[in-house]
């Protein structure tokens, strides 16, 4: 592709909604499609260009959705396909697209082809499809280890054991057997048929599995390639996608069809591969997850990937779904201080928004929502708290529905005519929540989604912003803690990293700070769009 066929994804803004979180449009305290489309507007005053939603599909819920019955219908619980069908349709005459999440590695044992393969006994064409195994001696067939904790196998009772890298109510489709990658074919082009913008793919780094299933020798690397992890088999799977891909009509919203896979990795090069010409357009990179708040380590974190593929290819994400919330991360130290996690993760946006490339916000990202740690454990919903005895916290803390109202019975996350009884929220919010709600925070302009909305406004406005070069700038300022680069033409980012004021380099005018300041010196967690 020349530089003038840039695509429609080398430079978006996509914005992740978790659905049952997000906004609930009948009442029973829980998230569903009305929802969204209800709140089109707000995403669309906010300024993003897309929305990835993450498993609308019937599901019993064992992995908040990630355990799938229906690859091609919505759970019940949060509507319908004609829902769905509105949605996307709306959302366009917003300019917004809708990128959905395929969830390829496992399905939930409600699947009726898992059902299927149960009844159908050990050594059937039906087993075939999932990692059915024999094991002597009453033992699981190796040593690999569940994501979520305990051992990734469990025992049916005519004694075989089916593989599951997660919950025990995921079982792993067998994606060397002919059936399934047929399956999903026809899953990828009912979802691009309804006009999806694209994919996101799920565990991305794992459908095959070494066939001969060797145990884990004894210090594998966490993330690194292994017998399950980043084999060679995905990447001729992953340019048969993205020929699909590539036979939708290009010049029709939504345009070109692309999918971004979810590939977790140690070391940044194991990406590679992925990056080859032809696979999937996009992988996320999450060196902006891993990389701790030192000027060093985020400059390496974010020229691994430019080395590899630059941000169009690999988009930039400060957090989603599984990941504990930026405030409360940041705001990590020797003491914890949440002002110091906001100061942060305000610098950090801008820190994302200015970097070359694409990027993702999760939502409630740009309402500074801190992690919730304090849930009852009765209200914990992640398998990852069950499967651990509680020793594992979990994600939940970062799912708890969005506020959107500064008071109310749930913040505005739940809106049924009034009078009409409403169910709690399914996690319950802390009680300070409105203070953080769109609705208090829209008009303050000093808030989290003010600079929010700001970033993103000037962002799209700004020539440098999308395809423009990017340059460090050495020596620049008062000392090595400030993290500064050039995007051409014209624009500057600054962000001081250290615990001293900082001088910035010359600059023409401020056009955004995450904070306050003056007279050229930037203080500690502070960052700015400067137009050089
Ligand atoms: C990654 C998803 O983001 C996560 O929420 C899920 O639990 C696992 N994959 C398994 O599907």
Redesign the pocket.
């Known amino acids: 592709m020349s530089a003038d066929e840039r695509a429609w994804w080398d430079d978006a803004v996509v914005y992740e909604v978790y659905p049952r979180s997000f906004a609930d449009s009948n009442g029973d305290g829980v998230g569903d499609i009305a929802g969204v489309r209800s709140r089109l507007p707000y995403l669309s005053w906010l300024g993003v260009d897309a929305i990835w939603l ?1 498993p609308f599909y019937p599901s019993p819920l064992a ?2 959705g ?2 799938v019955s229906d690859y091609c219908d919505v759970d019940p619980l949060l509507g319908t396909l004609a829902d769905f069908d509105a949605l996307v349709a709306e959302a366009r005459a917003h300019g917004i697209r809708v990128i959905i ?1 395929l ?1 390829p ?2 399905s939930s044992v409600n699947h009726p082809l898992f059902r299927a393969a149960l009844a159908a006994g050990p050594g059937s064409r039906e087993r075939a499809r999932f990692i059915f195994r024999d094991a002597p001696g009453g033992e699981p067939p190796n040593n690999w280890p569940s ?2 904790g305990g051992p990734a196998w469990t025992r049916v009772p005519d004694g075989q054991w089916y593989l599951h ?3 025990s109510s ?1 079982p792993d489709w067998n994606w060397l057997d002919p059936d399934v990658p047929a399956f999903f074919e026809k899953v990828i082009r009912f979802w691009l048929d309804r006009d999806v913008a694209g994919l996101r793919v ?2 991305a780094h794992g459908l095959f599995k070494d066939p001969d299933l060797p145990d884990n020798p004894p210090a594998v690397p966490g993330l690194g390639p292994s017998a399950y992890r980043h084999r060679p088999e995905l990447h001729a799977l992953y340019r048969s996608w993205r020929s699909i891909l590539d036979s939708y009509p290009p010049g029709v919203f939504p345009g070109r069809r692309t999918a971004i896979g ?1 590939v977790w990795y140690d070391e940044p090069d194991t990406l590679r591969p992925y990056l080859e010409p032809g696979g999937l357009p996009q992988v996320f990179n999450f060196q902006l997850i891993s990389a701790p708040w030192d000027t060093a380590a985020l400059r390496a974190a974010i020229d691994a990937t430019r080395s590899l593929a630059g941000g169009s290819r690999a988009p930039w994400v400060l957090g ?3 990941v504990t919330r930026p405030v409360t991360r940041y705001a990590r130290g020797e003491a914890d201080d949440p002002e110091r996690g906001e100061r942060r993760a305000r610098a950090a946006v801008l820190l994302l928004l200015a970097l070359p490339g694409s990027a993702y916000i999760y939502q409630g990202e740009e309402l500074g929502l801190p992690e919730v740690l304090a849930l009852p454990p009765g209200a914990r919903a ?3 708290f069950r499967r651990s005895g509680g020793e594992r916290i979990g ?1 939940d803390g970062c799912r708890v529905p969005l506020p959107w109202s500064a008071g109310g019975a749930s913040f505005g996350f739940s809106g049924t005519s009034a009078g009409d009884p409403q169910a709690s929220p399914w996690l319950p919010q802390p009680g300070d929540w409105g203070r953080r709600s769109v609705e208090a925070q829209r008009a303050e302009p000093g808030s989290f989604l003010s600079l929010y909305r700001a970033a993103l406004r000037l962002r799209r406005g700004h020539p440098a912003l999308g395809a423009g070069a990017m340059r460090w700038l050495d020596g620049v300022g008062s000392g090595s803690e400030l993290l500064c680069f050039a995007r051409e033409p014209g624009f500057i980012f600054a962000a001081n990293l250290g615990r001293a004021p900082a001088a910035l380099p010359p600059y023409r005018e401020v056009l955004l700070a995450s904070g306050e300041f003056g007279g050229g010196v930037l203080p500690p967690d502070t960052a700015a769009w400067l137009a050089g």
Request: hydrophobic share 15%; charged share 40%.
């Open positions: 993450t992995d908040g990630y355990d999440d969830v590695n496992h994501q979520f890298l997660y919950d995921q799920d565990v979810e989603n779904h599984d992640d398998p990852r994600r």
